[in-house]
T-cell receptor, first 113, second 114 residues
């Protein structure tokens, strides 16, 4: 079992739809939870990070963490064609004085105009 | 603020040849990361530096990969000799501290080994 599981998609939605992207994890030591967006042939770009269970909102994006279920989600409201990209979840845990990072495999999202 | 710079952007080599990648992190960022991203997968950490010291190189194939960060700024990642399975995008990222949750990535170097 991988430490971080993410549905690879692809996920195709019409413009304006609400998108839900999800990751599950097995390591209860994970502390920080991040979402990155990666456009084709570009490096990942940090969207948001959260520390505790609950929701965090930034514009059209909402990150949700449920530590009891080891499940995190990213919701995108009013999706736009410019949101078409691969979304990577990532998590860190404390190890030897630093935060060790593990990435999911990414979910490819396509928003159809 | 300038982002993370990487060069070259693309490289094609034959197996058993050597190759080197260069990274210049965001000014003031003490932590530098090298990742390998194979097509369809998430980034896999190869090595992490804090200033010019190695924090984590547990997933670096040390028989063929090496990395250094002289003077705690620029870094180079080298592969010698390259194998077909090394074909991937090599990403460099940096962060202010060791927290790891706010990393800034460069555009990557796409390596093709034939």
């Amino acid at each position: 079992q991988k430490e971080v599981e993410q549905d690879p998609g692809p996920l195709s939605v019409p413009e304006g739809a609400i998108v839900s992207l999800n990751c599950t994890y097995s390591n209860s030591a994970f502390q920080y939870f991040m979402w990155y967006r990666q456009y084709s042939r570009k490096g990942p770009e940090l969207l948001m990070y959260t520390y505790s269970s609950g929701n965090k909102e930034d514009g059209r994006f909402t990150a949700q963490v449920d530590k009891s279920s080891k499940y995190i989600s990213l919701f995108i409201r009013d999706s736009q064609p410019s949101d078409s990209a691969t979304y990577l979840c990532a998590m860190t845990f404390h190890s030897g004085g630093y935060q060790k990072v593990t990435f999911g495999t990414g979910t490819k999202l396509q928003v159809i105009p | 603020e300038a982002g993370v710079a990487q060069s070259p952007r693309y490289k094609i080599i034959e197996k058993r040849q050597s190759v080197a990648f260069w990274c210049n992190p965001i000014s003031g960022h003490a932590t530098l990361y090298w990742y390998q991203q194979i097509l369809g997968q998430g980034p896999k950490l190869l090595i992490q530096f804090q200033n010019n010291g190695v924090v984590d190189d547990s997933q670096l194939p040390k028989d063929r990969f090496s990395a250094e960060r002289l003077k705690g700024v620029d870094s180079t990642l080298k592969i010698q000799p390259a194998k077909l399975e090394d074909s991937a995008v090599y990403l460099c990222a940096s962060s202010l501290g060791l927290a790891g949750y706010e990393q800034y990535f460069g555009p990557g170097t796409r390596l093709t080994v034939t």
